[in-house]
C-alpha cells in the first residue's frame, strides 16, 4: 500500500497528490509517468510525475478529474492510501544538447512540461516556456514555472483571462518566425499537441510530443496504447510517451482515444451520483 503524503488543490478539477514510494521516487527521471490503482478492484490508470524528492522518498503527480477513477482519487486525503503504484514508466524525456527549445504546456500538461523544462534548465538548455490553459482558473504551477531560470515564460489563455488571449500555438509560431527557437516539446490534449507539431513543422522547427494513448498495463504488453507514428506502429508506454510530434497520425489517436467514451461517461456519472463535492 502507498500512503498519501501531500494534497493541494489547485483549481475546481485539478489537484496534485504525493505518496510515499521510497524505492520509485529514487529511480524517476522526467517525462516519466506511473500507473495507479486507488483500491483493489479499480482499473490503473497512467499519470506523470509532476515532481519527486529522494529524501523523503515522495512522488507527486497532478491530476485533472475527467472521469471514475480520477474522481474516485480526489476524494482521497492525506494519511490514506492507495491499492498500488508502478513506475517509473516510459522513457525519460530527452535533455541536454538541445539549444533552444520552446516547451509547450497545455491545461494539466502543465504537470509534465514543468519537470522537463526543470530538467532542460538543469541541463543547461534554454528554455521558453509557453503555459496554456482555457482560463486563469485552470493555470497550473505558473509559480514554479517562474522559479526556473527560463529564458521567457510566457502565459496564454484562451479568454483572455491571464497572459495573452489565444492558443499556444501563436507564441510558438511567433518564436519560430523569429528564428529563437531550434526545437520544441509539447505536452497537453492531443489536439493541441497536433497543432504544435504542425505550426513548428511548417517553419522547419522538430517537436517531440507526449502522448497520451489509454493505457491499461503501462508495460508492453497489451497493445491498446498503440499509435501510428511515421507508418511504424509503436506502443506509446514503452516507446514513448515521448515521440516525433510531425509523424503522429493524430487522426487515429484521437478516435482511439474515444473508444470507451460511452462507457466512461456511464461509469463516471453512476459513480457521481449522491456525490456533492465539487473537485
Ligand atoms: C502517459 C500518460 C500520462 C498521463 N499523465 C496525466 C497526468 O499527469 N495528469 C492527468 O490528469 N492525466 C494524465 N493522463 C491522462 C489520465 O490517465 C486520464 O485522464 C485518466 O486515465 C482518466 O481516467 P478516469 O477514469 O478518471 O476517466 P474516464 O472517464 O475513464 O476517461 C476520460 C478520458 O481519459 C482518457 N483515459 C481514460 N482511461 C485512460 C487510460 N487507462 N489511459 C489513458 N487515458 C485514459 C480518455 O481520453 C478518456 O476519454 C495521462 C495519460 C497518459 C497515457
Ligand atoms: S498500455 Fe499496454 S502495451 Fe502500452
Same mark, same amino acid.
Given at each position: 500500500? $502507498?500512503?498519501?503524503? =501531500?494534497?493541494?488543490?489547485?483549481? &475546481?478539477?485539478?489537484?496534485?497528490? %504525493? ?13 516519466? $509517468?506511473?500507473?495507479?490503482?486507488? !483500491?483493489s ?5 497512467p499519470?506523470?510525475?509532476? !515532481? ?22 480526489? =476524494? ?11 513506475g517509473? *514508466? ?7 544538447? @538541445? ?17 522537463v ?6 541541463? #543547461? ?5 509557453? @503555459? ?8 497550473? *504551477?505558473?509559480?514554479? $514555472?517562474?522559479? @526556473?531560470? @527560463?529564458?521567457? +515564460? ?20 511567433? +518564436?519560430?518566425?523569429a528564428?529563437?527557437? !531550434?526545437?520544441? $516539446? ?17 517553419? #522547419? ?6 502522448l ?7 508495460? %508492453?504488453?497489451?497493445?491498446a ?13 514503452? !516507446?514513448?510517451?515521448?515521440?516525433? #510530434?510531425? %509523424?503522429?497520425?493524430?487522426?487515429? +489517436?484521437?478516435s ?11 461509469? &463516471?456519472s ?10
Amino acid at each position: 500500500m $502507498f500512503p498519501i503524503t =501531500h494534497k493541494r488543490v489547485l483549481s &475546481d478539477s485539478v489537484f496534485e497528490m %504525493g505518496v510515499h514510494a521510497p524505492k520509485v521516487a529514487r529511480k524517476v527521471r522526467a517525462g516519466q $509517468f506511473l500507473m495507479l490503482r486507488t !483500491d483493489s478492484k479499480g482499473e490503473r490508470i497512467p499519470l506523470t510525475f509532476s !515532481d519527486w524528492d529522494t529524501t523523503c522518498g515522495e512522488v507527486r503527480f497532478i491530476v485533472m478529474r475527467v472521469g471514475k477513477t480520477t474522481h474516485k482519487l480526489s =476524494h482521497l486525503e492525506v494519511g490514506q492510501e492507495l491499492a498500488d503504484l508502478v513506475g517509473p *514508466l516510459g522513457r525519460p524525456t530527452h535533455v541536454g544538447g @538541445l539549444g533552444r527549445v520552446a516547451v509547450i504546456g497545455g491545461g494539466v500538461g502543465a504537470a509534465v512540461a514543468y519537470p522537463v523544462a526543470r530538467a532542460m534548465c538543469e541541463a #543547461g538548455d534554454e528554455v521558453t516556456v509557453v @503555459l496554456g490553459a482555457r482560463n486563469k482558473d485552470l493555470l497550473v *504551477l505558473e509559480d514554479e $514555472f517562474r522559479a @526556473l531560470p @527560463l529564458r521567457e +515564460l510566457v502565459v496564454v489563455t484562451d479568454d483572455g483571462s491571464a497572459g495573452e488571449k489565444g492558443l499556444v500555438t501563436a507564441p510558438l509560431k511567433r +518564436l519560430a518566425e523569429a528564428d529563437a527557437i !531550434d526545437c520544441s $516539446f509539447a505536452v497537453g490534449p492531443a489536439i493541441m499537441m497536433k497543432f504544435c507539431a504542425q505550426t513548428a513543422r511548417e517553419h #522547419g522547427v522538430p517537436c517531440t510530443v507526449s502522448l497520451n494513448p489509454i493505457m491499461v498495463d503501462g508495460t %508492453g504488453m497489451c497493445g491498446a496504447c498503440r499509435v501510428s507514428v511515421s507508418g511504424k506502429t509503436i506502443f506509446g508506454c514503452v !516507446d514513448g510517451p515521448d515521440v516525433d #510530434g510531425w %509523424g503522429v497520425d493524430w487522426e487515429q +489517436l484521437m478516435s482511439r482515444q474515444r473508444v470507451y467514451a460511452d462507457l466512461e461517461r456511464e461509469a &463516471d456519472s453512476e459513480y457521481s451520483k449522491g456525490c456533492s463535492c465539487t473537485l
